[in-house]
């Protein structure tokens, strides 16, 4: 039928390893740069995951640029700045406080939502809270599907985000991730423990 | 050097249409039944990707049988019910309000941490909803990444689950994820828009 279909086996052990088993956050990376279009194709890839209501609440801000890396780096919490600096990219991960401006055009049917939503902030943070951080976690998958490595840091001055880089607009931080290559030597520290199963599924 | 230098070309295209391009939410499952053992398997992928201090608050709960069901399925929004009733297995995504309890186990540099987020349950809710929102993304793609189908639905009564199913305990519903094989027919809407990268990506 159609390619739909023929998945019934998933990810071979080669592509679990990359994505999940074998994929460590990256301390240290190489001085190989990543280009506007690698970093393009990381939302290309992640934004088919899906979102509540296909809302599609994260919005993305690649800092690349020597003077943009200078802005951001004071704004990290001290023990995060060295890795940051090492990366060539850095990503500021957002969720849009008017992501319903955008119903008309990603979810139609729901046009009513849309007043509801403009004139409540609490369920505005909450949806759109959710979904952006769903999202966040496919985007990390994401990047590591492109063979890119991903490094994670909730550790920031959000407020001075913002204002920095988000003045007078309706996008609020909420996770920034280093993107590279890993260094060839010291990119990775010893993985932490995972919780087991039995901590973590029940059944009914 | 080891296997972590081994994929500088991340996941093919195969892969990547399995988790991303190509992967739909299921409507409509088949009845082909998912064993506890491919269940556990799920936990067993998503729980190496990465969360804020490795505190991994995600917990699940995989409602299978008859009974488990019937007390599921009223709990749903009315429009969700139809999909749930054909899969084979419905996940529970919940947060564990008491995630920090397992700091020595997961965290131990974070020991001073335990007593702050025993005593803050705002900053508990922030943390543990953020990262298991995260697990939530990771997991939809685990599920993908096993051949199975996932479909995620944000309509149900939280509370109502939680008072059904997890009274007494730290647990806190929220999301809940169909997981099965397609049905044959009329297994797939057509999909909804995805916004553009000129929308949603920026450079600095």
New interface residues.
Partial sequence: MT???D??????S????????????VQHFSPTPVS?AQ??EI????????T???L?P????????A??RE??LPLLDEKNRDRAATAPVTAVLARDDRFHD?IP???PFLSGLQPVLDGNAEMRAQMG??SA??????L???V?????AAG?M?GFDKAGVDAE?FAGTSWRS??VVNIG??ATED??RPR????A?E??????
């Fill in positions: 390619a739909l279909d998945r019934p086996l998933g990810l071979d080669s592509a679990r390893a990359a994505l999940f088993t074998d994929a460590h956050t506007d970093l393009t939302w290309d890839l992640a934004r088919w995951a899906p509540a209501a296909n599609q994260l919005r993305l801000l690649f800092v690349r640029s003077q943009g802005r951001l955008a055009q990603v979810a809270g959710y951080a769903l999202q966040a976690g496919y990390i998958l994401a590591r599907a492109l063979g890119l994670p909730a880089f909420e996770l290559h890993p990119a990775y932490m423990p995972r919780l199963a901590d973590v599924v029940r059944f009914a």
